[in-house]
């Protein structure tokens, strides 16, 4: 089974770090998304963005960063940046739902806007020769938004588009719409990747027989949740490997050394590795419901 997995980006979670400890330990990823960049007032990077695309910092061997923006100017600009860092391609994030971004037209609230997406894609194809791929939802209100997006985006050179088949409006909630889903790869000669809820081999398995013409599947907190995931999707065994807790406790290790040794002071080590107590009862949970 000849497949590419990728790490779909989960801001405040999968950032260099996380990234480099996880491919070190855990393995399985072929292609890292870096979570978004967004220029506020001053086209200008944030230091964090900045520390977390530093080719000296990433030891994973294919990172895409990621930009939200509405504007060809700012597309442009990271562009600019990102391939100043050696960067061959940006992803520019189209599904980002929550109200704070939509309601501004970005993310997942830009995607009824198809003349903007056709103005930018124009533009920046025109005045850069960075590879664009994309990342999006069916729709903010509805899917009619994506099925009529996906015509214009025939006229652009897109390396691929990664689909979260949810609406912006549902966040996280309901199911993915497999059947609409489906109705995009018909309607498209882009090459399509599948985002949403794998959470596990057997997930992986339906969504890979339902889907037989795609290979590229993206994991977001299925990750999170097992960081074990992708390498036993890779491997199609549905457990964990015997030595799980060494892997586990040499991964948490090295994360938290390599945040004690950046962040200030205990508080904020114990914040920034809260997180990784989601990872211990989901991990011990389902190595005793294997
Ligand atoms: C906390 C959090 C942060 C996220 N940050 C980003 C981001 O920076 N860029 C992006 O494209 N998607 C982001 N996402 C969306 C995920 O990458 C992914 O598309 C979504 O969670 C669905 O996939 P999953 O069911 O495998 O998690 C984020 C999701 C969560 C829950």
Redesign the pocket.
């Known amino acids: 089974m000849i497949f590419t997995l990728l790490?779909?980006?989960?801001?405040?979670?999968?950032d260099f770090r996380f990234r480099n400890a996880a491919d070190q330990f855990f393995g399985g990823i072929n292609t890292w998304?870096?979570?978004?960049i967004r220029l506020h007032r001053n086209p200008e990077i944030k230091n964090a963005n900045k520390r977390d695309l530093l080719p000296e910092n990433n030891r994973v061997s294919n990172l895409i960063p990621?930009v939200?923006t509405n504007s060809a100017e700012e597309f442009l600009f990271v562009a600019g940046y990102v391939q100043g860092l050696g960067y061959t391609e940006l992803?520019w994030?189209l599904?980002?739902?929550y109200p704070m971004v939509t309601k501004r037209g970005l993310?997942s609230g830009l995607l009824k806007d198809k003349e903007r997406i056709n103005d930018l894609l124009t533009r920046v194809s025109a005045e850069s020769d960075i590879a664009i791929s994309l990342?999006m939802?069916l729709g903010y209100d509805n899917s009619h938004e994506i099925l009529e997006l996906l015509p214009i985006l025939e006229k652009h050179k897109i390396k691929n588009i990664?689909i979260?088949p949810?609406l912006g409006k549902q966040l996280?909630k309901g199911a993915?719409d497999l059947e609409m889903f489906k109705k995009c790869i018909e309607n498209t000669s882009h090459r399509i990747c599948y985002?949403?809820?794998?959470?596990s081999v057997a997930r992986f398995r339906e969504l890979k027989d339902r889907f037989p013409t795609i290979n590229s599947w993206?994991?977001?907190?299925?990750?999170?949740a097992n960081p074990f995931l992708a390498q036993m999707i890779r491997s199609d065994k549905n457990q964990l490997p015997d030595d799980w807790t060494d892997q586990f406790s040499h991964f948490h290790d090295t994360l938290f050394r390599s945040y004690d040794e950046a962040l200030s002071g205990p508080k904020h080590i114990l914040i920034k590795t809260k997180f990784l107590g989601i990872f211990f009862p989901i991990v011990f949970k389902s190595s005793q419901s294997l």
């Open positions: 790490s779909s980006p989960l801001q405040g979670f999968t998304f870096a979570p978004y990621q939200m992803n994030n599904g980002c739902p993310g990342k939802r990664v979260h949810r996280y993915a985002n949403g809820d794998i959470d993206a994991l977001g907190r299925g990750i999170i």
